[in-house]
């Protein structure tokens, strides 16, 4: 079981930068699995965003958000964050972390996922 808990979501103008941080716990180790950031806005599906391996050799961004976001990792504090520069409305979103044992290019499906944070807000104004 892995428990991850996110944090680092609120309001922000559009241009403006957040830092959001997943913190994972439980009887597993953490450098072993994939990790990854999805969103969610009302009214719509959840979509990928970001993903980094467990060794973070690959990582992986949606279209949307390459170049402004940056996914990373610190293995010895079983943490994963999302920087996010340059925001914009279209931006606003829960975001959610979430593990997988999923190897390469499956870490872009949601459904290749075990383990699921509870979300954080992030909301950007014009």
């Known amino acids: 079981q892995v428990q991850l808990v996110e944090s680092g979501g609120g309001l922000v103008q559009a241009g403006g930068s957040l830092r959001l941080s997943c913190a994972a716990s439980?009887?597993?180790?953490?450098?072993?699995?994939?990790m990854g950031w999805f969103r969610q806005a009302p009214g719509k599906e959840r979509e990928f965003v970001a993903a980094?391996?467990?060794?973070?050799?690959?990582?992986y961004y949606s279209d949307s958000v390459k170049g402004r976001f940056t996914i990373s990792r610190d293995n010895a504090k079983n943490t994963v964050y999302l920087q996010m520069n340059s925001l914009k409305p279209e931006d606003t979103a829960v975001y959610y972390c979430?593990?997988?044992?999923?190897?390469?290019?499956?870490?872009?499906?949601?459904?290749?996922?075990?383990?699921w944070g509870q979300g954080t807000q992030v909301t950007v104004s014009s």
């Open positions: 980094k391996s467990w060794s973070g050799g690959n990582t």
């Open positions: 439980g009887r597993t180790t953490f450098s072993t699995y994939a």
């Open positions: 979430a593990a997988t044992l999923a190897a390469g290019a499956a870490a872009l499906r949601a459904g290749q996922y075990d383990y």
